[in-house]
């Protein structure tokens, strides 16, 4: 199946443990993203890549670090999880037409930090 | 600071009848928005977009209305459908050159469409 692939679905850690989110897609787009979504803030982007190796911030970028080696996967690492860091975690891709005709959401990572 | 907002948190329409979803935002920056629509355990799909050199762009039962100069954007559903209940985020984009689309969301709306 096409399109983006997020991993794992789920998972729950303790606080002060590392953990990193996978996001995988198969349509070779240049521009990847990974938001995280919380009640009464919609989706706020944390990091983003502009092609491989080339990465920046987003607007809640703190506790959070991003690598793109491939095309295909962009990681997400939370370096010492916080209670704070509990969310839906979604990664989007796309291209330059993507403003035009939308980017495409994976179906997220939900995370709990105990 | 929201720069986007969707001040509604829900809304409930009859099937059949126009849903109208709103959207305001303040960075005069955005030259592109794009409407979304979630619906539980599922990632958000896209809708519909708008240029800011446009005021309506249609797509079968969605039009998406912007008025640049009320710095507002609106999205309407004819006719709507149970099918159509879920969350819908509006998102602008600013910029170009690396930062191309970065997107900032509005809060979400909740649509219920009753049979």
């Not at chain 1, 295909?72 to 291209?95: I, K, M, N, P």
């Not at chain 2, 050199?53 to 008025?67: A, C, Q, Y």
Request: charged content about 20%.
């Amino acid at each position: 199946d096409a399109g983006i692939t997020q991993s794992p679905r789920h998972k729950v850690t303790e606080t002060g443990t590392p953990v990193t989110l996978r996001c995988h897609q198969t349509e070779n787009h240049r521009y990847m993203y990974w938001y995280r979504q919380d009640p009464g803030h919609g989706l706020r982007l944390i990091h983003y890549s502009y092609g491989v190796k080339d990465t920046d911030k987003g607007e809640v970028s703190d506790g959070y670090s991003v690598s793109r080696s491939k095309t295909e996967d962009f990681l997400l690492t939370l370096e010492s999880a916080t209670s704070s860091q509990t969310s839906v975690y979604f990664c989007a891709a796309g291209d330059r037409t993507g403003l035009r005709d939308g980017y495409t959401f994976g179906s997220g990572t939900r995370l709990t930090v105990v | 600071d929201q720069q986007v907002k969707q001040n509604s948190p829900s809304l409930s329409v009859q099937e059949g009848r126009i849903s109208i979803l709103n959207c305001d935002y303040t960075n005069s920056m955005f030259d592109y928005f794009l409407w979304y629509k979630k619906y539980p355990a599922e990632g958000p799909t896209f809708l519909i977009s708008i240029s800011s050199i446009k005021d309506k762009n249609e797509d079968g039962r969605f039009t998406v209305f912007l008025n640049k100069s009320a710095k507002h954007l609106s999205l309407h559903i004819v006719p709507s459908q149970p099918g159509d209940s879920a969350v819908y985020f509006c998102a602008a984009s600013a910029g170009g050159g690396t930062s191309y689309g970065k997107l900032t969301f509005g809060q979400g709306t909740i649509l219920t469409v009753h049979p």
